[in-house]
């Protein structure tokens, strides 16, 4: 019995000396709440950058349209980089599927999520014109007049409405239609409750009304999602005058391939994190040099389509003197560099090595309500490093 109370308090004494003690597990949980909160408050000031609060919560697999993508591609290069800021009209392109879903032709666009400070510089409605059915025949060199109304009212006569866009159309044709549809969508940003949304009428060359069934549009309940009725807006936040204006004083729009740490890819994480000059134990001169963002690891994957991440690049080096013009000083820094070296005043410091030149990014993503959305982000990207 006495050997089994020594074996007890034995392990008792063991079981109290291996659990760790109350400073160590609230110095422990300390550290890892203040780094959350470090972490929480990076990632709401990124956020900050590409203007939102929060990100958008997405339920599931959604796909773009097509014509998004294509858009995104035309405007940016593979790491998501402005090709040229004078090809997009403004700055901001966003995508809407008709909410009413119906099999007539009305379509009505919920705008919740375009911000009241946005100008709408164009509005376009795509609608995918289907081929007539084989049963229905025509002259193939027959056109018919399509026209877009914006519905006044509720009434279903010709006084409640407005004729915005009118157009021949053949009728064998098959494909994509646009409609340039930009009052209305004015007005309706201006009064919410005036969108009662848009109704289609195709009408023969001599005015009298076709049967619908005989020119079909795809609509949003009995076709793909590829071939939806869609309304997109190009529309500008106010930073455009500014970055056509940044991109001006520039020698050109587009993104020179600089000799400095050149990325092909997404680099590897040891590529990401190398620091050249502690590699070599020597003191480089300033330069380009790697710095990836990778959205899949910050946790936005879900909701950007693209690009997946993109290369903004750092600047780091030294300013020594005398600088060559091969590191792109400003006269400033070149004084500057002069009155350090002949310690002509206490506390000049070397010219620092920053970003000379910086080149926009385009993200494409899924907003709160799941409209696709393309933006252009100024200043995102480090083009070319220099002394100043």
Same mark, same amino acid.
């Given at each position: 019995m006495l050997m089994f109370l020594l074996s007890f308090a034995t392990l008792a004494c063991t079981v109290v000396a291996a659990r760790p003690s109350l400073s160590y597990l609230e110095n422990h949980f300390t550290a890892?709440?203040?780094?959350?909160?470090?972490?929480?408050?990076?990632?709401?000031?990124?956020?900050?950058?590409?203007?939102?609060?929060?990100?958008?919560?997405?339920?599931?697999?959604?796909?773009?349209?097509?014509?998004?993508?294509?858009?995104?591609?035309?405007?940016?290069?593979?790491?998501?980089?402005?090709?040229?800021?004078?090809?997009?009209?403004?700055?901001?392109?966003?995508?809407?599927?008709?909410?009413?879903?119906?099999?007539?032709?009305?379509?009505?666009?919920?705008?919740?999520?375009?911000?009241?400070?946005?100008?709408?510089?164009?509005?376009?409605?795509?609608?995918?014109?289907?081929?007539?059915?084989?049963?229905?025949?025509?002259?193939?060199?027959?056109?018919? @007049?399509?026209? &877009?109304?914006? %519905?006044?009212?509720?009434?279903?006569?010709?006084?409640?409405?407005?004729?915005? /866009?009118? !157009?021949?159309?053949?009728?064998?044709?098959?494909?994509?239609?646009?409609?340039?549809?930009?009052?209305?969508?004015?007005?309706?940003?201006?009064?919410?409750?005036?969108?009662?949304?848009? @109704?289609?009428? &195709?009408?023969? %060359?001599?005015?009298?009304?076709?049967?619908?069934?005989?020119?079909?549009?795809? /609509?949003? !309940?009995?076709?793909h999602q590829s071939k939806q009725p869609m309304l997109v807006l190009f529309t500008d936040d106010g930073r455009r005058s500014a970055a056509l204006e940044h991109a001006g004083s520039n020698d050109t729009p587009v993104p020179p391939s600089l000799p400095q740490a050149p990325m092909t890819g997404p680099p590897s994480r040891s590529a990401r994190s190398l620091d050249y000059s502690e590699e070599e134990g020597l003191s480089t001169s300033c330069q380009r040099q790697p710095l990836y963002v990778d959205f899949e690891e910050i946790g936005w994957s879900g909701w950007i389509v693209s690009p997946r991440g993109y290369n903004a690049y750092h600047c780091k080096g030294s300013c020594p003197f005398p600088l060559g013009q091969n590191m792109r000083p400003t006269n400033h820094a070149t004084v500057q560099s002069i009155i350090n070296a002949l310690k002509l005043m206490k506390g000049i410091d070397t010219p620092c090595c920053v970003p000379d030149k910086l080149f926009s990014i385009n993200l494409l993503y899924f907003d709160d309500e799941e409209n696709v959305v393309l933006k252009q982000y100024n200043d995102m990207v480090a083009g070319s490093c220099g002394c100043h």
């Open positions: 890892e709440e203040e780094t959350e909160e470090v972490r929480s408050a990076a990632i709401k000031r990124l956020l900050e950058v590409f203007g939102m609060e929060d990100p958008p919560a997405i339920h599931g697999h959604k796909q773009a349209p097509q014509y998004m993508l294509d858009l995104y591609n035309t405007v940016a290069d593979v790491d998501g980089v402005t090709k040229d800021p004078y090809l997009l009209e403004g700055n901001t392109v966003r995508s809407f599927f008709d909410k009413l879903r119906s099999e007539q032709v009305e379509f009505r666009f919920n705008l919740s999520t375009v911000a009241r400070t946005e100008k709408i510089l164009t509005a376009e409605l795509h609608l995918f014109k289907l081929r007539p059915q084989a049963s229905v025949t025509f002259n193939r060199h027959h056109f018919c @007049q399509v026209s &877009v109304y914006q %519905l006044l009212d509720k009434s279903n006569n010709t006084q409640g409405r407005k004729l915005l /866009s009118s !157009r021949l159309i053949p009728v064998h044709s098959t494909g994509w239609e646009v409609f340039t549809i930009t009052q209305a969508v004015r007005s309706w940003m201006v009064d919410e409750s005036s969108n009662l949304g848009l @109704q289609i009428v &195709v009408q023969t %060359l001599g005015g009298s009304q076709m049967d619908m069934k005989l020119i079909r549009f795809a /609509s949003g !309940r009995s076709h």
